[in-house]
């Protein structure tokens, strides 16, 4: 990162004096929107709705209803995109306000016990359907096991979980994220606060869209995507990095991040500790925190690995496979890292059209 701050510095120094900027402004025009306008930007129909959990978070979801203005040539399904508490486009409370603690107190266990239900009950609601397939990647399969293995009801709603880059341990997992469990919870909070971790930021807005859309700066930026990530060059379009970066990071709890590193150190699928028997007697009437158990649950689940995934890292994975009671597909793409599952210039080839075959496969005659 200071690599690309200093980088960033010279450049913008010496750029004008040098004729770096001749060439002119070459932003993706994506960079600068927010998702109703991307999807517009594309020619697609999308409906938006705010969900509110039964803890009083309000949620932003998207939909894409079908297909384009020539629907006869898309697959045709209906398209919901959902959102976590505390990122760009889910940050409101009935109660809180963002701005303070409380608002912030969360991980993957509130995002699995109200914000996937929440999700998951208005879409059947809004469309009838009794069943829906769910895509989920990194930490939206997180959720999703968690979920589906403690709430038996939701899990019934579930045609088919697609599972990608899944992360249920992360014992073995080579982000740089993992020096987090090395400092201590209040080391963690004298540096990050609090409250939220990792925003999008105005600054990163200008890096993304000022800087690397630049060809010059491509590789430092990508770089930095892939030390975060896992590396795979080859597979990434560098002139669209502008609007990936543009996009991310969404942000979430500096609680969800303490989350992260009392998994990495304890190598266990676990609910959160919050610190002392009595606050853990009043979350989950133990004195520790329960164990999530993947074997419980009984949705039927396809999955794709990357050999080159610096989070979810495959012997991690390997791990997982035997604990899915209803495995019924698997897939390792060694050279795939970790955001190659939705950035990937080949994941329609290596993951998408499969992924459709067996939603088709899954449907009525």
Same mark, same amino acid.
């Given at each position: 990162?200071?690599?690309?701050?200093?980088?960033?510095?010279?450049?913008?120094?010496?750029?004008?004096?040098?004729?770096?900027?001749?060439?002119?402004?070459?932003?993706?025009?994506?960079?600068?929107?927010?998702?109703?306008?991307?999807?517009?930007?594309?020619?697609?129909?999308?409906?938006?709705?705010?969900?509110?959990?039964?803890?009083?978070?309000?949620?932003?979801?998207?939909?894409?209803?079908?297909?384009?203005?020539?629907?006869?040539?898309?697959?045709?399904?209906?398209?919901?995109?959902?959102?976590?508490?505390?990122?760009?486009?889910?940050?409101?409370?009935?109660?809180?306000?963002?701005?303070?603690?409380?608002?912030?107190?969360?991980?993957?266990?509130?995002?699995?016990?109200?914000?996937?239900?929440?999700?998951?009950?208005?879409?059947?609601?809004?469309?009838?359907?009794?069943?829906?397939?769910?895509?989920?990647?990194?930490?939206?399969?997180?959720?999703?096991?968690?979920?589906?293995?403690?709430?038996?009801?939701?899990?019934?709603?579930?045609?088919? /979980? *697609?599972?990608?880059?899944?992360? @249920?341990? +992360?014992?073995?997992?080579?982000?740089?994220? #993992?020096?987090? %469990?090395?400092?201590?919870?209040?080391?963690?909070?004298?540096?990050?606060?609090?409250?939220?971790?990792?925003?999008?930021? /105005? *600054?990163?807005?200008?890096?993304? @869209?000022? +800087?690397?859309?630049?060809?010059?700066?491509? #590789?430092?930026? %990508?770089?930095?995507?892939?030390?975060?990530?896992?590396?795979?060059?080859?597979?990434?379009?560098?002139?669209?990095?502008?609007?990936?970066?543009?996009?991310?990071?969404?942000?979430?709890?500096?609680?969800?991040?303490?989350?992260?590193?009392?998994?990495?150190?304890?190598?266990?699928?676990?609910?959160?500790?919050?610190?002392?028997?009595?606050?853990?007697?009043?979350?989950?009437?133990?004195?520790?925190?329960?164990?999530?158990?993947?074997?419980?649950?009984?949705?039927?689940?396809?999955?794709?690995?990357?050999?080159?995934?610096?989070?979810?890292?495959?012997?991690?994975?390997?791990?997982?496979?035997?604990?899915?009671?209803?495995?019924?597909?698997?897939?390792?793409?060694?050279?795939?890292?970790?955001?190659?599952?939705?950035?990937?210039?080949?994941?329609?080839?290596?993951?998408?059209?499969?992924?459709?075959?067996?939603?088709?496969?899954?449907?009525?005659?």
């Amino acid at each position: 990162m200071w690599q690309l701050l200093a980088a960033t510095c010279w450049m913008l120094l010496l750029g004008p004096v040098c004729g770096y900027y001749r060439e002119g402004p070459t932003t993706n025009p994506e960079a600068n929107m927010n998702i109703s306008q991307i999807i517009s930007y594309w020619g697609y129909p999308y409906e938006k709705y705010d969900v509110v959990t039964k803890d009083g978070y309000v949620l932003g979801i998207y939909r894409i209803p079908y297909g384009r203005k020539c629907p006869r040539t898309d697959v045709g399904y209906d398209v919901w995109m959902g959102n976590s508490r505390g990122n760009t486009w889910s940050r409101k409370h009935l109660q809180f306000s963002p701005k303070s603690p409380e608002y912030w107190a969360f991980s993957l266990d509130e995002m699995a016990k109200y914000d996937l239900p929440a999700t998951i009950n208005f879409i059947v609601e809004k469309t009838g359907q009794e069943q829906l397939y769910y895509v989920g990647h990194s930490q939206g399969t997180t959720i999703a096991f968690i979920a589906f293995s403690t709430n038996p009801e939701l899990a019934k709603r579930i045609k088919i /979980f *697609f599972a990608l880059a899944p992360v @249920t341990t +992360v014992k073995y997992t080579q982000s740089p994220m #993992r020096k987090l %469990s090395s400092l201590s919870r209040k080391v963690v909070k004298v540096l990050f606060g609090d409250k939220m971790f990792s925003p999008h930021t /105005f *600054f990163g807005q200008f890096i993304a @869209t000022k +800087v690397c859309n630049r060809k010059i700066f491509h #590789r430092i930026c %990508s770089n930095f995507l892939f030390t975060l990530s896992g590396f795979d060059p080859k597979n990434l379009n560098m002139s669209r990095l502008d609007v990936y970066l543009s996009q991310s990071p969404a942000g979430t709890s500096v609680q969800n991040m303490l989350h992260w590193a009392q998994a990495v150190n304890s190598g266990l699928f676990q609910a959160f500790n919050w610190g002392n028997p009595d606050q853990n007697m009043m979350h989950f009437h133990q004195l520790t925190p329960p164990l999530y158990n993947v074997s419980k649950m009984e949705v039927p689940t396809a999955v794709w690995s990357g050999g080159q995934d610096a989070v979810a890292d495959l012997k991690d994975v390997e791990n997982l496979l035997p604990k899915i009671t209803r495995l019924i597909y698997y897939k390792l793409i060694p050279h795939y890292n970790h955001v190659d599952f939705y950035l990937g210039q080949d994941a329609p080839h290596e993951i998408y059209q499969d992924l459709i075959r067996l939603m088709g496969e899954c449907l009525p005659n």
